[in-house]
């Protein structure tokens, strides 16, 4: 079984992408969450998101990937404010959703719904199927009397290709796991949503039910005009599916760009590390190759490292990665890294690209000068104060 990419032709950072307003625009958002020890002490704050902004246009599917623990929920669930950002804006159809509460946040958040890994999970054992499916309705008083909801159920369980027949009356364990996801979806479209935040939606189905469902996704983004907010580990998933991908690592965004363009040309030495980790996909040739894992733990986002978060584990650090915190940067039309060094300049010190990007192939991290110092970095490019901070 082969799916069909979700892609559309203008939503590929083109200039007729530029051209529209977007339907999400997630600015400067920052998520924290303070840790307490045994006893109640506190243990210190988790940076799970900082700074991350980021359009998504109409009927456009952005991908998010990156190692575990980089902030891809927490983000999403920034996003539909469960819980709101500490700071920055969630602009939905043109309103900042973190400036609203009570029914006004919830009439706003009808328009975007989210679809979890865990189909069963996200499914009350308990109910019937048409219940599951009209419990969103009722929550939002939407879908008329008791008569046109009926309909409307065996319409949505058409529409996800559950013949209303037969699935109407089972019970989430009378289902497969892609039945149950297909459930979960026609609760998410019953709504008649804009956008759908897919948090590994399909991971944990086996490769042809992961197929069918993501056919159903592209189905119903041509049929309902639907945005997608689509995060996952697998590289090859996101790349299916997504107009534009984001990376995210350590809770920022390193890189984003138009889906053919990051994956052939990625920008940041962590978006060609992931892509080398990926069995049989070599980014520079295109040829079937042995996966490079990346090297070295993650540092913890409890006490990310000063200037840029990779610098621990990049081969291409220098001094001002441990200094300066990179921003993001246009490089081509739609496509952005967070990189002093991006790997469409020659390696720093070598005067040579290819010889930079094969450091990166390799996996080897380099000796990172003033690693081993925790240096604060100034923002907004200002020259840098060297400062020794306890260990
Ligand atoms: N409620 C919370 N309290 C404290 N820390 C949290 C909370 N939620 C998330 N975190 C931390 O924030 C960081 C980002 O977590 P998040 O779940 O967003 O990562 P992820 O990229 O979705 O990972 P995965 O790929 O494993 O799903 C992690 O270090 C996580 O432990
Ligand atoms: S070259 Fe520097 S800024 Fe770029 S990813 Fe490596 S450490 Fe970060
Ligand atoms: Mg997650």
């Known amino acids: 079984m082969t799916t ?43 940076h799970a998101v900082s700074n991350v902004s980021f359009d998504v246009l109409p009927g456009e599917t952005v991908g998010v990937v990156g190692e575990t623990g980089s902030g891809k929920s927490t983000l999403a669930r920034s996003v539909i404010q469960a819980p709101p950002p500490k700071s920055g804006q969630v602009i939905f159809e043109g309103v ?24 069963f999970g996200s499914l009350n054992p308990r109910w019937r199927i048409e219940d599951l499916v ?37 019970r989430p364990i009378e289902l497969s796991g892609g039945q149950c996801q297909r459930v979960a979806i026609a609760r998410a479209i019953a709504l008649n949503p804009a956008l759908i935040i897919c948090d590994e939606a ?20 041509r049929e309902l005009n639907l945005s997608y907010l689509f995060i996952a580990h697998d590289l090859s998933l996101v790349k ?36 080398n980790s990926v069995p049989g996909f070599d980014p520079q040739t295109g040829q079937a190759r042995k996966p490079v894992p990346l090297k070295g733990e993650p540092p913890s986002p409890l006490d ?23 921003r993001l940067r246009e490089r081509s039309p739609g496509h952005e890294v967070a990189c ?15 010889a930079a990007a094969a450091a990166v192939l390799s996996g080897e991290p380099a000796s990172v000068p003033g690693a081993d110092a925790d240096r604060a970095a100034k923002p907004d490019g200002q020259p840098p104060t060297l400062t020794r901070t306890a260990p």
């Open 4 to 46: 069909t990419p979700m892609t559309t032709a203008a939503a590929n950072g083109g200039p007729a992408a530029r051209q529209q307003a977007p339907l999400l625009s997630v600015r400067n958002v920052v998520q924290e969450f303070e840790t307490r020890r045994a006893g109640g002490i506190k243990g210190g704050i988790v």
């Open 96 to 119: 900042d959703l973190c400036t609203l509460k009570g029914s006004k946040l919830k009439q706003a958040r009808r328009q975007m719904q989210m679809v979890y890994q865990d189909p």
């Open 134 to 170: 009209a419990e969103p309705m009722l929550g939002y008083r939407i879908g008329g009397g008791r008569e046109s909801r009926d309909k409307r159920i065996s319409e949505l369980l058409d529409l996800v290709g559950l013949d209303p027949s037969i699935y109407r009356r089972r």
């Open 202 to 221: 399909v991971s944990s189905l086996d490769v042809l039910i992961q197929a069918q469902v993501l056919n159903l996704f592209e189905k119903l983004r």
């Open 240 to 275: 299916q599916v997504s107009d534009r991908v984001a990376v995210m690592h350590l809770g920022q965004l390193a890189e984003i760009g138009p889906v053919e363009s990051l994956y052939a040309r990625p920008l940041h030495p962590y978006t060609a590390a992931l892509l």
């Open 304 to 326: 990310p490292p000063s200037g840029c978060r990779f610098r621990t584990r990049c081969p291409r650090a220098q001094e001002t990665c441990a200094l300066v915190e990179p």
């Open 340 to 354: 002093h060094f991006p790997l469409d300049e020659p390696a720093p010190g070598s005067g040579e690209a290819p």
